[in-house]
């Protein structure tokens, strides 16, 4: 997800987008402890992208 996608999402539809890729990250994480992700750049994708969200968030709230 690109920033500018990021940046045009209202607080709730961030909070959601979260949950998510949390949920995403968990799962390749188990995948990966077993050896069967099958796209390992993915794990960095994900990591990165909740990154992202929790940067705007924090910048959305600060700014309210």
């Known amino acids: 997800m690109k920033i500018a996608d990021v940046r045009s999402l209202t607080a709730d539809q ?13 799962n390749l994480r188990f995948q990966a402890a077993t ?3 099958e ?16 940067t ?3 910048g959305k709230t600060a700014a309210a």
């Open 35 to 37: 050896g069967q992700v």
């Open 14 to 26: 961030l909070h959601e987008e979260l949950l998510k890729l949390k949920k995403e990250q968990f």
């Open 56 to 58: 705007v968030l924090r």
């Open 39 to 54: 796209k390992t750049h993915r794990v960095d994708e994900v990591r990165k992208s909740i990154a992202r969200i929790k």
